[in-house]
């Protein structure tokens, strides 16, 4: 059955929303705007993080349970780094699975070195989310993330982490 | 709530505005991707030296403003620019040592934008790529106000803050001295 435009216009808007609210996730991390962070999430959300290429980076792998958990592990994640407002996270090609007040997205996203100039990795994210009167939120993040051989380096000089932790 | 009270909060991208009917949803949808290809033609438009409709997506009064992000000065070209020519002018004179056919490097995603009684408000990450060494240039935030005029959107104020990457400069100086030279010789008109 052809959906009515109505139809149509709602599912417009819900993946412009949706899209957003996943640019929100990096705008919110590149600005350390930590309570425009919290505010994406469900409280009880979770997130879930795993190297594509065997290559473990600053302890960040594994799944974490609750905003505050998640907001502690991404702060750990850009401790070393502080550039200032500039942004490094770069999210493209998101598709959208609607199914009434629950979606699921897959977007891409290329993150940058502002030493090097060189990418630090390709990664890909799956996340489910949920409508709530307050606007479309995250309750699931999965990162996938191959890191570059290539950023090795610099990344190392930027802070040294022990790979068999 | 009647149209006119959305929100008008600075708080960018905390939430989606909750227009009431319809009509003004759709017309809230339509607006969002008006904007955000705006922008993308701006990019398009500097990208392949389009100054004529690069000149289009901003009203004739706009103001546009670049600051680093670190110490790295870029060329002089900091400050605030005030007037649609000016700021053509401006932009062309940082593009002119890069010609690359057409192709690409000027990449801007990541778009927030919050609506007001005035108009709206967009953020957006960008990042711009040195094709002779294939190293990022650098990356920036554009926070950029739009109103409506007639049926479209135009740009009023744009705010570029950057941070060139550090590896990247010597390359770049030296596309910018080629061109310097360029024009010492008699070579460019």
Not at chain 2, 28 to 54: C, G, P, T
Request: glycine share 8%.
């Amino acid at each position: 059955v052809e959906p009515t435009t109505l139809a149509r216009l709602e599912a417009a808007a819900d993946r412009i929303e949706l899209t957003e609210l996943l640019h929100s996730f990096h705008q919110a991390v590149d600005s350390r705007d930590w309570q425009w962070f919290e505010r994406i999430f469900l409280p009880d959300a979770a997130i879930e993080f795993v190297s594509l290429n065997d290559y473990r980076i600053f302890g960040m792998e594994g799944r974490h349970e609750g905003r505050q958990a998640i907001i502690d592990w991404v702060k750990t994640g850009v401790a070393p780094f502080d550039w200032n407002g500039a942004p490094v996270h770069f999210m493209a090609n998101h598709v959208f699975e609607l199914d009434g007040d629950t979606a699921r997205s897959t977007t891409n996203l290329h993150e940058v070195d502002l030493v090097s100039g060189i990418v630090i990795c390709s990664g890909l994210y799956k996340a489910e989310h949920v409508r709530t009167p307050e606007g479309w939120r995250i309750r699931f993040f999965h990162l996938g993330m191959w890191i570059t051989d290539g950023v090795r380096q610099s990344l190392e000089q930027q802070r040294p982490w022990d790979e068999s932790a | 709530m009647a149209s006119g009270s959305r929100s008008s909060s600075n708080d960018l991208g905390t939430k989606v505005p909750e227009p009431v009917t319809d009509d003004e949803r759709v017309r809230e949808l339509f607006d969002r991707m008006r904007i955000v290809e705006n922008l993308a033609r701006y990019h398009h438009s500097i990208d392949a030296k389009e100054w004529e409709q690069l000149a289009s997506l901003f009203t004739e009064d706009a103001t546009a403003e670049y600051r680093s992000l670190n110490d790295i000065s870029l060329f002089g070209l900091e400050g605030t620019y005030t007037g649609r020519d000016t700021i053509i002018d401006w932009i062309r004179t940082g593009q002119e040592p890069f010609q690359f056919n057409g192709a690409p490097t000027h990449f801007m995603t990541n778009h927030v934008i919050e609506f007001s009684e005035d108009g709206a408000t967009s953020k957006s990450s960008f990042n711009d790529v040195d094709l002779p060494t294939g190293l990022t240039i650098g990356t920036g935030i554009y926070t950029c106000t739009h109103i409506r005029v007639a049926d479209d959107w135009k740009i009023e104020s744009m705010r570029l803050e950057q941070r060139l990457c550090d590896s990247v400069i010597s390359s770049i100086v030296a596309q910018r001295a080629a061109l310097d030279q360029k024009s010492t010789e008699g070579g460019t008109g």
